[in-house]
């Protein structure tokens, strides 16, 4: 058919329609005029095609890059709260541990040294705790005596003392009342401690009181002990009650390496992905990087950051970006590429009317293929920019739109599959492999992925096997053609069902729509045909049912059409595997051989 396009060229005759073709030159014939303007709009629309696909590529890429950050920092969020999950967790089995402890001294009036250290070798230290501890608490009028009573229990000379700003021994000063160290595990490490009242540390001292007054749980600030700065220490307290006058007459002490705690309960899964650092709130947590989250423990609150590491799957995902950029750069490519080729061979067709008919083909693609491109690239351009904007977003919106942006691509994917399949086929290039495949696991995929929900039913089997020989992933792209042309072209439901049919496995995709009309069926599975039969629907490619028949026999299968009963059916076969053997047998058993068809 003769375009508008192409009658303009014939009355044109521009000085470069002009070419020698004798010794005296003449003009070309209108026929090699028409191919001259075709060939040159058919080198044009790939280069335009191809540079609308790669500015709309780049704008994606710079609102995946910016989305990515987005999403990062909201995994890092969730981290941030398992590491104060974790944490907080520890210090509950720390004060499970000084309940025990409490309930001991509660229970015996006077615990010898040997029950406190069958005790805490039993109960055992959480990890990140530095040390264990009892604390009598006494007044003036008894210290001597108390003094007396250690040293009975240490078989040594021990004398209360305190400790000055430099952490050395001194003697002790005149107070109300003293809390003395009386027991401490593990032995052999804080010994020296046995004698000191802990109540004279003014970091310790308010914590301790706390305890006492409120007879509930009492940390302290985070703090250094002398010669031990490789440490971040804080202390637990608890009471300890006397069962005859419900008075404090003790206190059980628990000392923590902040660092350790963190670091010993962070999840396995996590820990190899995460730096993190802390805190007490105030102005050294404005210091922190990252991203954060408090932890509240009893009358105390830290600030935990955390940070991904190197490839950490918590950092920022790139990934998405650089395939949103290949998948756009190569779809432009390959848009044009095909077109091309197209172009070419409609320019190097001898028979004027196959030619003529090849042109007319080609001028449908070009139209469709820049709507189908066109369309998922707009889409994913729009969420972009909103995202690159930062608009105010709830996370669910955010969470939407890159869904959208990764299910537009996801279209890319598939037209990009038909295209190469497509352009392979013309050079004879395609490859398969052959591997056993469940079809009902493939069919399952298909019809999850589609979106189309109650519109698609998947008919149940008699149970029958329903493995097959092919190519996963040709399989899928077969039945998502299907799918997709049941679901552009046919009714308002779609019914998929797989059996076995003789040594082949049988796959039947239907549709109640009004069905092919008769006039198109002996070109149905030809390429770049497209019959849109329904009113108001867009053209396809003209490519999937091709595609699916080329790729259908090359896995020794077929692809055929008929009408059922009110009911459009397109069935794809493949070969089965009649019977399950082990692999020794020579059977198939899933390990993948590849072969190529040319």
Do not use: C
């Not at 941030?80 to 001991?104: I, R, Y």
């Not at 002490?253 to 996590?270: Q, R």
């Not at 940070?307 to 998948?327: D, I, K």
């Amino acid at each position: 058919m003769e375009t508008r396009r192409t009658r303009e060229f014939k009355q044109q005759r521009a000085p470069s329609d002009i070419e020698p073709m004798t010794d005296r030159g003449s003009l070309r014939s209108s026929g090699e005029m028409v191919r001259h303007h075709r060939g040159a709009l058919a080198r044009r629309l790939p280069i335009g095609i191809g540079l609308v696909g790669v500015f709309l590529t780049l704008g994606s890429f710079a609102a995946l890059w910016n989305g990515a950050d987005g999403a990062a920092e909201e995994r890092l969020a969730t981290q941030a709260l398992t590491v104060v999950q974790s944490a907080a967790g520890a210090l509950d089995h720390v004060d499970a541990t000084l309940v025990s402890l409490s309930g001991l001294f509660r229970s015996s009036v006077d615990v010898t040294p040997v029950e406190f250290s069958q005790f805490t070798n039993d109960v055992g230290l959480e990890p990140g705790m530095a040390g264990i501890g009892y604390l009598l608490k006494t007044d003036a009028a008894e210290l001597a005596f108390v003094e007396e009573h250690l040293r009975s229990q240490t078989g040594g000379e021990v004398i209360a003392f305190e400790m000055d700003t430099e952490g050395l021994p001194t003697e002790l000063g005149l107070r109300s009342e003293y809390y003395l160290v009386q027991y401490v595990s593990p032995h052999e490490e804080w010994a020296q401690l046995v004698g000191l009242d802990l109540g004279s540390v003014p970091l310790i001292e308010s914590a301790l009181r706390a305890a006492v007054d409120t007879r509930q749980a009492a940390m302290t600030t985070l703090f250094d002990l002398p010669g031990q700065t490789d440490r971040v220490n804080f202390a637990m307290f608890r009471v300890v009650i006397s069962p005859v006058d419900d008075e404090p007459t003790a206190v059980v002490v628990a000392l923590m390496d902040f660092s350790e705690l963190i670091e010993a309960n962070i999840p396995a899964a996590v820990a190899p992905y995460v730096r993190w650092d802390f805190a007490e709130i105030g102005e050294n947590a404005k210091l922190l990087t990252g991203t954060t989250a408090e932890l509240r423990y009893g009358d105390r609150t830290w600030v935990i950051s955390v940070s991904a590491t190197a490839n950490s799957p918590f950092a920022a995902n790139r990934e998405a970006s650089y395939v949103a950029l290949g998948l756009g750069l190569l779809a432009s490519f390959l848009a044009a590429f095909s077109l091309l080729l197209v172009g070419q061979r409609i320019e190097s067709d001898a028979d004027l009317a196959s030619a003529q008919g090849m042109t007319d083909a080609k001028d449908r693609f070009i139209a469709s293929i820049s709507h189908e491109l066109r369309t998922p690239l707009t889409s994913v351009l729009g969420f972009a920019e909103i995202l690159r904007d930062g608009q105010e977003l709830s996370p669910q919106e955010r969470v939407a739109m890159m869904k959208a942006i990764t299910e537009e691509a996801t279209d890319l994917a598939h037209i990009i599959d038909d295209l190469l399949v497509a352009a392979r086929g013309e050079i004879g290039q395609i490859v398969v492999t052959r591997v056993q495949i469940s079809m009902r696991d493939e069919l399952n995929a298909v019809a999850a992925a589609s979106g189309l929900g109650d519109q698609i039913s998947i008919i149940e089997s008699s149970g029958e096997s329903e493995l097959a020989i092919g190519d996963p992933n040709r399989v899928r792209q077969i039945l998502r053609n299907l799918v997709e042309n049941a679901r552009r072209y046919g009714g308002g439901h779609i019914e998929i069902e797989v059996m076995p049919d003789g040594d082949r496995i049988r796959v039947e995709v239907r549709d109640d729509g009004s069905g092919v009309p008769i006039s198109v069926l002996d070109r149905l599975f030809e390429p770049y045909q497209q019959f849109a039969a329904v009113a108001g629907v867009t053209e396809s490619l003209g490519l999937g049912l091709s595609v699916s028949a080329q790729l259908a026999k090359l896995m020794q299968g077929g692809l055929t059409h008929e009408r059922r009963g009110g009911w459009t059916v397109f069935s794809l076969f493949l070969p089965a595997i009649i019977s399950e053997e082990p692999a020794s047998a020579g059977k198939w058993t899933g390990v993948s051989r590849s072969e190529s068809f040319r």
